[in-house]
């Protein structure tokens, strides 16, 4: 990543930064400069990642649940407080099941919808004030998911979940000017995701990427101000196909199930 623009004084908030995703994308963004805020449910996952002062990438940690009522704007009000602002929020915390629709019961339905989209919404809503009165301008990266794009069988509540992140950032893109606002769509993705879900990943095709492509993807939209990024690029066939010819896309699909 030395190679990267620098991005010294960027003052980020990174939620499920204890592991997966959002642990990497905070090292690589400590790497250019950035100063950043980790948040998670594991404090002790978060400990073991570090603060800057013992060479880890974070200036300060905060171990909340984003589920919890009113955490989200307490997250945000911490971060602020500890970086003096915000510049950059990547909402990034998230969880899944698998399985049949009818099999998960209504607290399943819930915690899968409480993590992935309305901690989200808070978040977006509590960071407002302070993107926009960032210099950069600021910048919210939602990290939602290519089952989002493309609705998967037997994770349909969390490809709902994510599928509406798509329309929180369609909808702030034209309320939240100059804020710039980008939704990350990641395939399949080797993180410790598939061992907290109830079932493992269990498809022979497409095989997981590494964590790292998905954060240095993540840090290239903060660099260049991308509005939508998919990881691999590969999958913006599907993506478009499923969006365009939902029929075609049916059909194709079942053969690669």
Excluded: C
């Excluded at 905070?26 to 002790?44: H, N």
């Excluded at 939602?142 to 998967?152: E, Q, T």
């Excluded at 690029?233 to 194709?252: D, E």
Aim: proline residues 7%.
């Amino acid at each position: 990543m030395a190679a990267g623009r620098q991005l010294p004084g960027l003052k980020a908030l990174i939620t499920g930064a204890s592991s997966g995703i959002g642990l990497a994308t905070s090292r690589l963004l400590a790497a250019r400069g950035a100063s950043v805020v980790g948040t998670g449910r594991d404090e002790a996952a978060l400990a073991a990642a570090g603060l800057r002062e013992a060479s880890g990438p974070f200036v300060a940690t905060l171990a909340r649940d984003l589920t919890d009522p009113g955490a989200p704007a307490a997250v945000v009000a911490a971060a602020a407080g500890a970086l003096g602002g915000l510049d950059l929020v990547v909402s990034n915390a998230g969880s899944g099941w698998s399985g049949r629709f009818e099999d998960m019961s209504p607290a399943e339905i819930d915690a899968v919808l409480d993590i992935n989209l309305r901690s989200a919404v808070h978040l977006a809503h509590a960071a407002a004030p302070w993107l926009r009165a960032s210099a950069g301008p600021g910048q919210l990266i939602l990290v939602g998911s290519i089952a989002g794009l493309l609705g998967v069988p037997e994770e349909a509540v969390y490809s709902t979940a994510k599928a509406a992140l798509r329309g929180l950032a369609n909808s702030l893109r034209g309320e939240w000017r100059p804020i710039t606002i980008t939704l990350v769509s990641p395939g399949v993705v080797d993180t410790p995701f598939f061992a907290r879900r109830n079932r493992p990943y269990a498809r022979s095709w497409p095989r997981p990427i590494a964590v790292n492509r998905v954060a240095s993807a993540i840090v290239s939209s903060v660099e260049h101000r991308q509005s939508e990024v998919i990881v691999p690029a590969w999958l913006t066939l599907p993506a478009r196909l499923a969006g365009g010819l939902p029929s075609l896309y049916a059909k194709m699909s079942q053969r690669w199930g």
